[in-house]
């Protein structure tokens, strides 16, 4: 972590800004401020940045973009919010157009207002980044040590972000094996996520208070349908998918039959199904280079 706060990374996407938050964030690294001096690089490439600077109010074109970046960006992260329009969606915010600010699609770690923010408070709002980077790396590092302490419960509504940030890190890794990034998951934003909470009962896997596992079900007659379970890469291969799929079964005495699905290159997480009861009873195809094996169990 050392290296990082000596040298962010960052990636500045302007939504659909007036350009005045954006003169100022190119402010800091003329002469005056050079705050490549201190390291700090602003990069073109979203997969070596370890800051992603939203400038602008979101709308229907940038919305996707905005995804799309956020979902290469490495694992742990930080979002900031540059100015009123990216932090609420400013006075734009009630057009027919306009989204909101950049947290109707992505996570947002760091609020900075202004119309535009100075120079000054662009780079304060990157020192309180990367104050936020080094606790997500701490979380990361005493979760790992943690994990037979692991705490399992219902997710609520509000857990959306930390969800989502989760399903992006967990597809991630599974597009890095598969060769192929068409993962839905990977399409998802916040309010996509937060949808899900009005017809599907979610559970999560919590060490120290952070989100390293998490499973969605879904009520279809006596039959129970759940979506991938999604743990995150530093935690597979620990049982996590196993409880999260028993605290499920056990929340829903009434259903009779239980099915989910893996990707079908997850060996891990496929051997953890299996040693769960589930067994595959069919494949299917969401792009050429991913499979969804699908698995189902019956109560006893």
């Known amino acids: ?9 960052i990636v500045h996407y302007d939504a659909s800004s007036c350009n005045g938050c954006d003169i100022e964030t190119l402010a800091c690294l003329t002469p005056l401020y050079d705050v490549e001096r201190l390291g700090v690089v602003n990069t073109g490439n979203p997969k070596h940045a370890d800051i992603f600077l939203v400038t602008g109010a979101v709308n229907q074109q940038s919305m996707t973009v905005i995804a799309n970046i956020y979902r290469q960006l490495p694992e742990p992260n930080v979002v900031i919010a540059v100015g009123a329009c990216a932090s609420s969606g400013g006075i734009f915010r009630d057009c027919y157009n306009i989204r909101g600010g950049a947290d109707t699609i992505v996570p947002v770690d760091v609020y900075q207002p202004g119309c ?15 104050g936020v980077l080094e606790q997500k790396h701490n979380l990361l590092a005493t979760a790992k040590d943690g994990i037979d302490k692991v705490l399992y419960s219902h997710a609520e509504r509000g857990d959306a972000p930390e969800i989502l940030a989760l399903r992006k890190a967990t597809f991630q890794a599974e597009a890095f094996t598969h060769g192929d990034d068409s993962f839905p998951a990977l399409q998802q934003t916040q309010v996509d996520v937060e949808k899900e909470f009005d017809s599907k009962l979610f559970f999560k896997a919590l060490v120290n208070g952070k989100i390293i596992g998490a499973a969605a079900s879904e009520q279809h007659g ?21 409880r999260l799929l028993k605290e499920i079964e056990q929340a829903l005495p009434a259903a009779k039959r239980f099915e989910t699905v893996a990707a079908h290159r997850n060996e891990a997480l496929l051997r953890e199904l299996a040693g769960s009861g589930y067994q595959p009873f069919r494949t299917e195809t969401i792009s050429p280079g991913i499979n969804w094996v699908h698995v189902t169990k019956e109560r006893p």
């Open 222 to 242: 006596d039959t129970t349908t759940i979506g991938a379970v999604t743990v995150h890469p530093y935690f597979r291969d620990r049982g996590v998918a196993a």
């Open 1 to 9: 972590m050392r290296g990082l706060k000596q040298s962010p990374w």
């Open 116 to 130: 535009p923010p100075r120079p000054e408070a662009i780079i304060d709002a990157v020192v309180k980044g990367l």
